[in-house]
């Protein structure tokens, strides 16, 4: 079936360091959608990319979508401690069938 | 600014018990979701049900496990005769076709 593998699964950084999340895909994709969970918190969704190549920019976060369609990548610049969290992507194949998370990346930042 | 809403929020059963997990969606939304996620885990995608009708169950157990969405209230997720392995966190989402919103999860403890 469908995986979708995320590296790293730890990552820490010094406040201000950037940090970038990669998440692959075994198979194409229709679209990868990327949430966040805060320790103890529920999944915030945060983006949805369609387009072949896409990148798409909130504040400091830039998500880019592969020309495949089978890799993803988040990128945060200049981390902020508000940052810590787990960041998930998760492929979907087709409009019936389910989302498929990565593992995550667990981020934290250093004050 | 009703989201998606889950209770209880913590559950504590003894072995053998049922646990019964409710989930009501956002409003104007009708597919809803279940995943269970362990300690330092990811999400894994169990059941996608639309109202009074269960889409996708590839991946719920076949025993103990059952889910519905009736027509009216909320969607149920039944584990029946709990074993100290289905202690998890079981989150519901909500989606009208891009993204998924999460509730706050429920945390089982199996004692």
Not at chain 1, 16 to 39: A, H, M, V
Not at chain 2, 12 to 39: D, I, N, T
Not at chain 2, 102 to 107: H, N, P, V
């Amino acid at each position: 079936g469908q995986q979708v593998m995320q590296i790293p699964q730890y990552q820490h950084v010094q406040e201000g360091e950037d940090f970038t999340t990669y998440c692959n895909s075994s198979t194409t994709l229709s679209n990868i959608q990327w949430y966040k969970q805060r320790p103890g918190g529920h999944p915030v969704f945060l983006i949805q990319l369609v387009k072949s190549g896409e990148v798409k920019k909130q504040k400091r976060l830039t998500f880019q979508f592969g020309e495949a369609k089978k890799n993803s990548s988040l990128h945060i610049t200049a981390t902020q401690t508000t940052d810590v969290g787990t960041y998930f992507c998760a492929g979907l194949n087709s409009g019936n069938t389910p989302l498929v998370f990565g593992k995550g990346t667990r981020l934290s930042v250093i004050a | 600014n009703a989201g998606v809403m889950q209770n209880p929020r913590h559950l504590v059963r003894r072995r053998g018990q049922e646990a019964r997990l409710r989930c009501s969606p956002m409003k104007g939304h009708s597919h809803v979701y279940w995943y269970r996620q362990l300690p330092e885990e990811g999400l894994k995608f169990m059941v996608y049900l639309q109202k009074e009708n269960i889409i996708d169950e590839s991946g719920m157990p076949k025993e103990r496990f059952s889910a519905e969405f009736p027509k009216e209230g909320p969607s149920i997720l039944r584990i029946q005769q709990v074993v100290r392995g289905d202690s998890a966190a079981y989150f519901c989402a909500s989606s009208r076709g891009r993204g998924q919103y999460f509730g706050a999860g429920t945390r089982l403890s199996v004692l």
